[in-house]
T-cell receptor, first 109, second 113 residues
Framework: KNEVEQSPQNLTAQEGEFITINCSYSVGISALHWLQQHPGGGIVSLFMLSSGKKKHGRLIATINIQEKHSSLHITASHPRDSAVYIC???????????FGKGTKLSVKP | DAGITQSPRHKVTETGTPVTLRCHQTENHRYMYWYRQDPGHGLRLIHYSYGVKDTDKGEVSDGYSVSRSKTEDFLLTLESATSSQTSVYFCASVGTSKPGELFFGEGSRLTVL
């Protein structure tokens, strides 16, 4: 069993829909990261969180440490949100990361 | 954005040849990482560095070596490339203004024939 599991693996949505991507992990962590990777592109850090909730524009990330679960929400989705979203957990202050396999999101106009 | 660049961005080589990928960052970040990304797998750690001349192995280090002679440069070397090392390689560094924040290079696509 992978230590970081994401669901769903693939997600297709219509423009304007509210989207949720889930991440569950089985190890103790110091922080959880949400990353975005556009097709053929590099990887961009969206959020790093160790508790609670963070918001940036239309993106919201939450984490429940007790349940070892995090969610990434996208409100009013747009085709430019189409990308692979990757969850990664860190162990230790500058520890190595364990990555999920990613969720491929496609938002149709 | 942190200035972190990789070179080359694309490379095709033959089995048995040596290959070096370079990661260069201009932010004076102490921690740097090399990952590979393959279909069906999450990013996997090859090697990492926690300072000049300080490196350690990651999950998939066999067949790879690294060097860090300067803070800004982290080199990944495949001494004798194999087809199983065909992959996309990403370099990353950890920020200091927001500790733990990650910055990634653009990726280097390596094909070993």
């Amino acid at each position: 069993k992978n230590e970081v599991e994401q669901s769903p693996q693939n997600l297709t949505a219509q423009e304007g829909e509210f989207i949720t991507i889930n991440c569950s992990y089985s190890v103790g962590i110091s922080a959880l990261h949400w990353l975005q990777q556009h097709p053929g592109g590099g990887i961009v850090s969206l959020f790093m969180l160790s508790s609670g909730k963070k918001k940036h524009g239309r993106l919201i990330a939450t984490i429940n440490i007790q349940e070892k679960h995090s969610s990434l929400h996208i409100t009013a989705s747009h085709p430019r949100d189409s990308a692979v979203y990757i969850c990664a957990v860190g162990r230790g202050s500058q520890g190595n990361l364990i990555f999920g396999k990613g969720t491929k999101l496609s938002v149709k106009p | 954005d942190a200035g972190i660049t990789q070179s080359p961005r694309h490379k095709v080589t033959e089995t048995g040849t040596p290959v070096t990928l370079r990661c260069h960052q201009t932010e004076n970040h102490r921690y740097m990482y090399w990952y590979r990304q393959d279909p069906g797998h999450g990013l996997r750690l090859i090697h990492y560095s926690y300072g000049v001349k300080d490196t350690d192995k990651g999950e998939v280090s066999d067949g790879y070596s690294v060097s860090r002679s300067k803070t800004e440069d982290f080199l990944l070397t495949l001494e004798s490339a194999t087809s199983s090392q065909t992959s996309v390689y990403f370099c990353a560094s950890v920020g200091t203004s927001k500790p733990g924040e990650l910055f990634f290079g653009e990726g280097s696509r390596l094909t070993v024939l």
